[in-house]
T-cell receptor, first 116, second 113 residues
Framework: DAEITQSPRHKITETGRQVTLACHQT?????MFWYRQDLGHGLRLIHY???????NKGEVSDGYSVSRSNTEDLPLTLESAASSQTSVYFC???????????????FGPGTRLTVL | AQSVTQLGSHVSVSEGALVLLRCNYS??????LFWYVQYPNQGLQLLLK??????LVKGINGFEAEFKKSETSFHLTKPSAHMSDAAEYFC???????????FGQGTELSVKP
């Protein structure tokens, strides 16, 4: 079955280290998204991509970067991890819906990141 | 700018009682609206979505939501709560195609035996 996976599921790192979270989907979806989930804020968009070599900043992109070298993967990199980036990170993918409908996003299981 | 507001961060109901989770939205264009459910330590699962085809939308697990433009609301209901419905529920909005979602802050539903 097609799916979306994230790795690692749990990660503990130290302030200042570079961290990369992986996201892989087998649906061949063009659109991929990264969100972070924090209490009281719901999910907030970090970065998104509409296809290979396309990346865009979301609402809370500072301190994060993404690259899209193929359809299946959108890794999220924290250049220099900060304690404020302790959060649960979700990857999602979607494909355009039929005329008159919008896309539907499908979410991965999440990565819990702790920055000490 | 679009936004959604979920009224009540925690809702508690008894098993068998009506579930009502409130969501109000703000949008300058006709919105697409979603409800997602998140069970503990899991990702988000789509419950239902409004795409203008019908104002009353039926979803999975017996949930439904009604789009009311005059009230800018998209409340989620279920006639009879089950213990398995205990989870966090998120309302979300997107502007047109492209799929970027803006989420509400979430409502945690507890179901008492």
């Amino acid at each position: 079955d097609a799916e979306i996976t994230q790795s690692p599921r749990h990660k503990i790192t130290e302030t200042g280290r570079q961290v990369t979270l992986a996201c892989h989907q087998t649906w061949n979806h063009n659109n991929m998204f990264w969100y972070r989930q924090d209490l009281g804020h719901g999910l907030r968009l970090i970065h998104y991509s509409y296809g290979v070599q396309d990346t865009n900043k979301g609402e809370v992109s500072d301190g994060y970067s993404v690259s899209r070298s193929n359809t299946e993967d959108l890794p999220l990199t924290l250049e220099s991890a900060a304690s404020s980036q302790t959060s649960v990170y979700f990857c999602a993918s979607s494909t355009p819906g039929p005329p008159g409908e919008t896309d539907t996003q499908y979410f991965g299981p999440g990565t819990r990141l702790t920055v000490l | 700018a679009q936004s959604v507001t979920q009224l009540g961060s925690h809702v508690s109901v008894s098993e068998g009682a009506l579930v009502l989770l409130r969501c109000n939205y703000s949008s300058s264009v006709p919105p697409y609206l979603f409800w997602y459910v998140q069970y503990p330590n899991q990702g988000l699962q789509l419950l239902l979505k409004y795409t203008s085809a019908a104002t009353l939308v039926k979803g999975i697990n017996g949930f439904e939501a009604e789009f009311k433009k005059s009230e800018t609301s998209f409340h989620l209901t279920k006639p009879s709560a089950h213990m398995s419905d205990a989870a966090e529920y998120f309302c979300a909005i997107t502007e047109g195609r492209g799929g970027k979602l803006i989420f509400g802050q979430g409502t945690e539903l507890s179901v008492k035996p």
